[in-house]
């Protein structure tokens, strides 16, 4: 699915543009791996706020866990740029879906990194996987 998702020039109903920061910087001389995680994170955090899962954590009742974080690194990252950050859910099933993800460079004109987040739906007391509601998996639809 992944390798898939980069060749494709598609639809991405969520895109968010991101500075490139110098203390993004290693010693390599590029932009860190774990910033691009960032990066997906910065959309996702996004789209759930679209979807209605802003209200995150211990005082809300229930919303998305992260279950599982893939990240395929095209092209190394350097100071000064632009990424991109965009995202689209897909396998929207009846506790959880997938974030499809997506990270393009102005200054390179291309995908640097691609992957998926798998989000599950949780009743944050119990610790257990609870269905979507009818409203967030219609917001969900929208993302696609």
């Given at each position: 699915m992944c390798s898939k998702m980069a060749d494709e020039a598609d639809h991405w109903p969520l895109a968010i543009?991101?500075?490139?920061a110098w203390g993004d910087m290693d010693a390599l001389g590029h932009v860190n791996n774990t910033r691009f995680l960032r990066w997906f994170e910065d959309a996702r955090i996004e789209a759930f706020r679209r979807i209605g899962s802003v209200d995150l954590g211990p005082s809300s009742s229930s919303g998305p866990i992260l279950?599982?974080?893939e990240c395929v690194f095209r092209r190394p990252v350097v100071y000064p740029d632009t990424v991109t950050s965009m995202i689209r859910a897909?396998?929207?099933g009846t506790d959880r879906y997938t974030l499809e993800h997506q990270l393009v460079s102005a200054d390179q004109q291309q995908v640097v990194a691609f992957g998926t987040s798998r989000m599950v739906q949780v009743d944050y007391r119990?610790?257990?996987k609870v269905p979507l509601s009818a409203g967030i998996i219609e917001e969900l639809e929208k993302l696609r």
């Open positions: 543009p991101i500075p490139v279950a599982r974080l897909s396998e929207i119990s610790g257990e």
